[in-house]
């Protein structure tokens, strides 16, 4: 067996090595836009089929690169195959055209060829020529004829045909009869399809009383080179006489169908008749021995009837028509069968809906993709034939693709706009194919495309601008706000990292005030911030997403620091002489409501932080004195009595406003004396604090400019003092005050009761000069003759100053009211709280303090007269 197979292989490579030099190689032949070839069957693998790369144009070098390949269904056998690097395309496996091909006729294998960048479709036909390789075969080997001893001569035996797969001249070509039989013959008849079968025909009268039975050899040969064939022996048996044969209306039948017929469906109702009678004259029906098998699967015949019946599912695609070769034979002794052919034509059915086939998708697709880029091929196919196969394809509405075609029943889809990833990051296309027939059968197939991103965003804050408080003191490194950004992009693209734009605050780089997370955007503070120092700043912060190229956004951060009650109030009068307790003097005499003195103290905090309340809180007879609790003010209560000590132990606090509040606290030692000496109060003088003696250069330097501007601004005042004092001096020489006893007119000395409530910053008309002369009986200092001097331009009083004066010769009385012996001058006034927005340093507090000091003189309290309005002067002066 192994030795046939090889010499049968051997035989069938000679065969088809003997027709390629018979036909030539195969020539492109370009047909209706497509290239045609023509190759044997059966030829081996790796068999030269064309030169693709030459027969296209195509470069052989870029094949691979391009991605040159043959496009094939899901399932199907790649008989052919090309070659990427020199671009022919060879056998791949062995080609059957019997299997490739059921039917008969030209058998053409439709090949699609793809290749991309740019993206080309190329179609070409490869016809698959027969080749001789199949010799005709009968159904049976031995079968028998019967034939009726009374038939006539020249009577026709239809023979069972012999089938050869193969095709044209290699299919079956003649019937030979063996040549020992003489009584009967061969003819050879031709169907419709170009098919041939033998009829035995009776030449010689038959005698079964002499020959029962003859033996016959029929030989079917096919017309290939070389030549092959087939036998099979028939045995005809020579029956009784039945003289009458059936005989059908028509020697041929034909009927139309539609594909989608029902099983059951009657397709035709045949009728034979037969002249004898009984079981002679019955005829029963049946297919005759060489119909196919496929026509007996889909077709029945009731024997009695006659009807033909549909038994299986009918395709117009696989066959339009189908060829019955029925017989009819009575039941009598001897019976012989007659034959009539059935043409059962199909009509085609729109039943089979269009395929959609994705041949080549490009996706992910840039969204900056330019309209017109190809994102896929797609192939639709029908199987139904006319209208009923002619397709039409669309995409669904809202999406910014189209379908474009090029060749029949081939699209691409193509983009008609630009995309945007942020809009829309992923696109359901749904294509639908619909055919023309009725009703149109459509398919709708969804292809998925994807927008992969670009970086065409740039990041946005949440907010235009973001306003932060922050309270001082804050601990270093504490997050103090967060600030965010999105970008609409994606992946690498919207990965952000923030930072701060290079500044400066307060001449210090940004970078030593606040840091910044560069992933979540959090900020911190680095410094411990002073309200006092700094009270707002802003910062640019930049958002930069990780994009080619990147892209960022700035936001302006406004930091606001919020005041904390930090700052003690400093009690800056009266201040102890030489670290210890402040001491005061006060006259026995002294009537209730007799101004002690001020206590005044600032704080360096703002709002509420920064306003002061006093409080006495011990003292050594609390009915005594009383202290305003808004200006600081100290009076007494009551006329001091003998039983009361002439030391007065005081202890006041100042406390602010803030939570928690905070306090500092003085004692004051209060003398009562007989008589005032001229000595100053510590209510007008005071130490300079320890921070002030410092032995650093900048303080000296800061201290000897001070002294150097008070020192000048003094002299000034002093020679304009004198210039007015001796202008003044002529004005008076006629008026009824004598010079030696004071500069100042006793007509316009007002009241000791009204002195009390005058406020020493009465403003008179703007350009004149007010004097009051006081007089301190029962053998105290001199009295005070106060002048308020003011500018022109100015409406309050700019400095007061103080002369000492004769005591008056007579006691003059005021026209409502006698001033009492003793009685002190009492002026109320009003501490001002320190400026929240500004105020000045403690060496400009200082030396404005000595000035008020320098003004009070060395003569008398000036607790009682000179120093308290000196000390409106220098709080005017620090407001």
Same mark, same amino acid.
């Given at each position: 067996?192994?030795?046939?197979?090889?010499?049968?292989?051997?035989?069938?490579?000679?065969?088809?090595?003997?027709?390629?030099?018979?036909?030539?190689?195969?020539?492109?032949?370009?047909?209706?836009?497509?290239?045609?070839?023509?190759?044997?069957?059966?030829?081996?693998?790796?068999?030269?089929?064309?030169?693709?790369?030459?027969?296209?144009?195509?470069?052989?070098?870029?094949?691979?690169?391009?991605?040159?390949?043959?496009?094939?269904?899901?399932?199907?056998?790649?008989?052919?195959?090309?070659?990427?690097?020199?671009?022919?395309?060879?056998?791949?496996?062995?080609?059957?055209?019997?299997?490739?091909?059921?039917?008969?006729?030209?058998?053409?294998?439709?090949?699609?060829?793809?290749?991309?960048?740019?993206?080309?479709?190329?179609?070409?036909?490869?016809?698959?020529?027969?080749?001789?390789?199949?010799?005709?075969?009968?159904?049976?080997?031995?079968?028998?004829?019967?034939?009726?001893?009374?038939?006539?001569?020249?009577?026709?035996?239809?023979?069972?045909?012999?089938?050869?797969?193969?095709?044209?001249?290699?299919?079956?070509?003649?019937?030979?009869?063996?040549?020992?039989?003489?009584?009967?013959?061969?003819?050879?008849?031709?169907?419709?399809?170009?098919?041939?079968?033998?009829?035995?025909?009776?030449?010689?009268?038959?005698?079964?009383?002499?020959?029962?039975?003859?033996?016959?050899?029929?030989?079917?040969?096919?017309?290939?080179?070389?030549?092959?064939?087939?036998?099979?022996?028939?045995?005809?048996?020579? %029956? @009784?006489? /039945? *003289? $009458?044969? !059936?005989?059908?209306?028509?020697? &041929?039948?034909?009927?139309?169908?539609? +594909? =989608? #017929?029902?099983?059951?469906?009657?397709?035709?109702?045949?009728?034979?008749?037969?002249?004898?009678?009984?079981?002679?004259?019955?005829?029963?029906?049946?297919?005759?021995?060489?119909?196919?098998?496929?026509?007996?699967?889909?077709?029945?015949?009731?024997?009695?009837?006659?009807?033909?019946?549909?038994?299986?599912?009918?395709?117009?695609?696989?066959?339009?028509?189908?060829?019955?070769?029925?017989?009819?034979?009575?039941?009598?002794?001897?019976?012989?069968?007659?034959?009539?052919?059935?043409?059962?034509?199909? %009509? @085609?059915? /729109? *039943? $089979?809906? !269009?395929?959609?086939?994705?041949? &080549?998708?490009?996706?992910?697709?840039? +969204? =900056? #993709?330019?309209?017109?880029?190809?994102?896929?091929?797609?192939?639709?196919?029908?199987?139904?034939?006319?209208?009923?196969?002619?397709?039409?394809?669309?995409?669904?509405?809202?999406?910014?693709?189209?379908?474009?075609?090029?060749?029949?029943?081939?699209?691409?889809?193509?983009?008609?706009?630009?995309?945007?990833?942020?809009?829309?990051?992923?696109?359901?296309?749904?294509?639908?194919?619909?055919?023309?027939?009725?009703?149109?059968?459509?398919?709708?197939?969804?292809?998925?495309?994807?927008?992969?991103?670009?970086? @065409?965003?740039?990041?946005?804050?949440?907010?235009?601008?973001?306003?932060?408080?922050?309270?001082?003191?804050?601990?270093?490194?504490?997050?103090?706000?967060?600030?965010?950004?999105?970008?609409?992009?994606?992946?690498?693209?919207?990965?952000?990292?923030?930072?701060?734009?290079?500044?400066?605050?307060?001449?210090?780089?940004?970078?030593?005030?606040?840091?910044?997370?560069?992933?979540?955007?959090?900020?911190?503070?680095?410094?411990?911030?002073?309200?006092?120092?700094?009270?707002?700043?802003?910062?640019?912060?930049?958002?930069?997403?990780?994009?080619?190229?990147?892209?960022?956004?700035?936001?302006?951060?406004?930091?606001?620091?919020?005041?904390?009650?930090?700052?003690?109030?400093?009690?800056?009068?009266?201040?102890?002489?030489?670290?210890?307790?402040?001491?005061?003097?006060?006259?026995?005499?002294?009537?209730?409501?007799?101004?002690?003195?001020?206590?005044?103290?600032?704080?360096?905090?703002?709002?509420?932080?920064?306003?002061?309340?006093?409080?006495?809180?011990?003292?050594?007879?609390?009915?005594?004195?009383?202290?305003?609790?808004?200006?600081?003010?100290?009076?007494?209560?009551?006329?001091?009595?003998?039983?009361?000590?002439?030391?007065?132990?005081?202890?006041?606090?100042?406390?602010?406003?803030?939570?928690?509040?905070?306090?500092?606290?003085?004692?004051?030692?209060?003398?009562?004396?007989?008589?005032?000496?001229?000595?100053?109060?510590?209510?007008?003088?005071?130490?300079?604090?320890?921070?002030?003696?410092?032995?650093?250069?900048?303080?000296?330097?800061?201290?000897?400019?001070?002294?150097?501007?008070?020192?000048?601004?003094?002299?000034?005042?002093?020679?304009?003092?004198?210039?007015?004092?001796?202008?003044?001096?002529?004005?008076?020489?006629?008026?009824?005050?004598?010079?030696?006893?004071?500069?100042?007119?006793?007509?316009?000395?007002?009241?000791?009761?009204?002195?009390?409530?005058?406020?020493?910053?009465?403003?008179?008309?703007?350009?004149?000069?007010?004097?009051?002369?006081?007089?301190?009986?029962?053998?105290?200092?001199?009295?005070?003759?106060?002048?308020?001097?003011?500018?022109?331009?100015?409406?309050?009083?700019?400095?007061?100053?103080?002369?000492?004066?004769?005591?008056?010769?007579?006691?003059?009385?005021?026209?409502?009211?006698?001033?009492?012996?003793?009685?002190?001058?009492?002026?109320?006034?009003?501490?001002?709280?320190?400026?929240?927005?500004?105020?000045?340093?403690?060496?400009?507090?200082?030396?404005?303090?000595?000035?008020?000091?320098?003004?009070?003189?060395?003569?008398?309290?000036?607790?009682?007269?000179?120093?308290?309005?000196?000390?409106?002067?220098?709080?005017?002066?620090?407001?």
């Amino acid at each position: 067996l192994g030795a046939m197979g090889a010499e049968g292989g051997g035989q069938l490579f000679l065969r088809s090595l003997l027709f390629l030099l018979l036909a030539g190689p195969p020539t492109p032949r370009l047909a209706s836009g497509q290239l045609h070839y023509v190759v044997p069957e059966e030829l081996e693998h790796g068999a030269f089929v064309a030169n693709l790369g030459e027969d296209l144009g195509l470069d052989v070098s870029t094949l691979s690169a391009r991605r040159f390949r043959i496009v094939s269904r899901a399932g199907a056998r790649q008989h052919l195959e090309v070659n990427l690097e020199n671009g022919i395309l060879f056998v791949n496996e062995r080609i059957d055209r019997e299997e490739v091909c059921e039917a008969g006729g030209t058998c053409l294998l439709h090949l699609q060829l793809l290749v991309e960048s740019p993206l080309e479709l190329y179609r070409v036909e490869v016809e698959v020529l027969d080749i001789n390789d199949h010799a005709p075969t009968f159904p049976w080997q031995e079968y028998v004829l019967e034939v009726a001893e009374s038939a006539v001569l020249g009577a026709r035996f239809p023979l069972e045909s012999a089938q050869d797969p193969d095709v044209g001249t290699n299919s079956v070509h003649t019937y030979r009869l063996s040549p020992n039989c003489g009584f009967f013959s061969l003819e050879v008849q031709m169907r419709s399809d170009a098919s041939k079968f033998a009829e035995l025909v009776l030449e010689r009268a038959l005698d079964r009383e002499q020959q029962r039975a003859h033996k016959v050899l029929l030989t079917a040969l096919d017309g290939g080179v070389p030549e092959r064939s087939g036998t099979a022996h028939i045995l005809v048996t020579v %029956l @009784d006489a /039945n *003289d $009458n044969m !059936p005989a059908f209306d028509q020697p &041929s039948y034909g009927v139309s169908l539609p +594909e =989608d #017929a029902p099983a059951g469906t009657l397709v035709i109702q045949l009728n034979a008749t037969d002249l004898d009678e009984g079981p002679n004259g019955e005829i029963e029906y049946s297919f005759s021995g060489h119909a196919p098998p496929r026509v007996r699967d889909l077709f029945h015949i009731e024997p009695r009837s006659g009807q033909v019946l549909l038994k299986g599912p009918l395709d117009y695609e696989q066959a339009s028509l189908h060829e019955l070769y029925v017989q009819a034979k009575d039941r009598g002794p001897s019976s012989v069968a007659v034959h009539c052919r059935v043409l059962v034509h199909l %009509l @085609d059915v /729109n *039943d $089979n809906a !269009p395929e959609v086939t994705l041949t &080549s998708v490009s996706t992910p697709v840039l +969204e =900056d #993709a330019p309209p017109g880029t190809v994102i896929a091929v797609i192939s639709v196919l029908d199987r139904d034939s006319g209208d009923n196969g002619r397709v039409s394809c669309e995409v669904g509405p809202d999406v910014p693709f189209e379908l474009r075609t090029s060749f029949r029943n081939y699209y691409t889809l193509v983009t008609t706009q630009a995309l945007d990833r942020e809009v829309v990051s992923r696109y359901n296309v749904s294509i639908t194919a619909r055919d023309m027939g009725s009703p149109a059968l459509l398919t709708r197939s969804t292809l998925t495309v994807l927008v992969s991103d670009v970086n @065409d965003n740039a990041p946005r804050f949440l907010q235009p601008s973001y306003s932060i408080y922050v309270m001082e003191n804050n601990a270093p490194g504490a997050s103090i706000c967060s600030v965010s950004a999105l970008d609409p992009d994606c992946q690498q693209n919207a990965y952000l990292s923030y930072s701060i734009a290079d500044g400066h605050i307060h001449g210090m780089p940004v970078g030593t005030y606040v840091s910044i997370n560069s992933d979540s955007g959090h900020m911190y503070a680095l410094r411990s911030l002073d309200y006092e120092q700094i009270r707002s700043f802003q910062i640019q912060v930049q958002a930069q997403d990780a994009g080619f190229p990147p892209l960022s956004a700035n936001v302006t951060v406004h930091i606001f620091v919020l005041d904390q009650n930090d700052n003690a109030p400093v009690i800056v009068s009266p201040m102890p002489r030489n670290g210890s307790v402040a001491t005061e003097l006060v006259p026995r005499s002294a009537r209730p409501g007799y101004l002690v003195g001020t206590v005044s103290a600032v704080d360096a905090d703002a709002g509420l932080n920064s306003r002061l309340s006093y409080q006495l809180l011990q003292a050594t007879d609390l009915t005594l004195f009383s202290l305003a609790p808004d200006t600081g003010e100290l009076r007494t209560l009551r006329s001091f009595l003998e039983q009361d000590a002439t030391r007065q132990q005081l202890l006041v606090q100042v406390r602010d406003g803030g939570q928690p509040a905070l306090s500092a606290t003085v004692s004051l030692l209060l003398s009562v004396v007989e008589t005032m000496p001229q000595t100053l109060s510590d209510f007008s003088e005071f130490s300079l604090p320890p921070e002030a003696s410092s032995s650093s250069p900048v303080t000296l330097y800061l201290l000897i400019s001070l002294g150097s501007i008070s020192f000048t601004f003094i002299l000034a005042i002093l020679i304009l003092t004198a210039i007015r004092c001796r202008g003044e001096r002529r004005s008076h020489q006629g008026d009824d005050c004598s010079p030696p006893r004071c500069h100042c007119c006793p007509r316009s000395r007002p009241s000791s009761d009204s002195l009390k409530t005058s406020n020493l910053m009465v403003q008179p008309p703007m350009g004149t000069m007010a004097a009051t002369c006081l007089d301190v009986p029962g053998g105290g200092p001199p009295g005070y003759c106060y002048k308020v001097c003011l500018s022109p331009v100015s409406a309050q009083s700019d400095f007061m100053f103080l002369k000492p004066c004769s005591p008056p010769q007579n006691n003059e009385k005021d026209p409502g009211k006698q001033s009492r012996p003793g009685q002190p001058l009492q002026v109320s006034k009003q501490i001002k709280q320190p400026n929240m927005d500004w105020l000045p340093p403690s060496m400009q507090r200082l030396a404005l303090k000595r000035y008020q000091i320098w003004h009070c003189g060395n003569r008398g309290s000036g607790w009682k007269g000179g120093c308290g309005d000196g000390e409106v002067i220098s709080n005017a002066v620090l407001n």
